[in-house]
């Protein structure tokens, strides 16, 4: 006689047949997911508060850079804090003196963001994005991550017109 634990059930698996369809949440491609999207805007929101810390303080609060601290060199990240201060005073000359890479990024990254959230919402208004095919999101990272070594590189060197790139 078989074993009646090898029989293989005739019918849909059991616990899927019940599932209603309206629990199922569909996100158009290509969008983050809600968790995501909420991460970014925390951290958004997080690097503002800091940047207000160190407005109202008058630049005695603000993240220090451990590799600046240890070695003296600036990071691709140093003075990100007081560009954003400069940017929430409308100083965008000032920003832009004090971490260009990291307001352009910022900028990219607010953009996408709201792309994203109006998207998400359904909202009539939809603003343009590049589409990325997939060799171009698995270059990105790579990429973004040479440029900042790059740009760490540079603003250390200790000659014109480099050293306008040190904070």
Known sequence: MPDPTLRRPS?????????????????????PSDSTLAGIA???AAGLGLAAANSISGGRFGV????????????PLCGTTRMAAAVLH???????????PALLAILVVAYLWLSWVLERLDARVRLP??????????ALLPAVVAAAVVF????NLPWPPFTALHV
């Not at 019918?11 to 969008?31: I, S």
């Not at 220090?64 to 990071?75: E, I, R």
């Open 152 to 155: 760490m590189v540079l603003r």
């Open 42 to 44: 925390v951290l958004g």
């Open 11 to 31: 019918g849909p698996p059991t616990g899927t047949a019940a599932r209603p369809a309206e629990h199922v949440v569909a996100h158009p491609a290509g969008l």
């Open 90 to 100: 409308g100083d965008l000359a000032g920003a832009l003196g004090f971490n260009a």
């Open 129 to 138: 994005r590049p589409a990325l095919g997939p060799r171009a999101r698995s």
């Open 64 to 75: 220090p850079c451990l590799l600046h601290t240890v070695t003296g060199l600036d990071c």
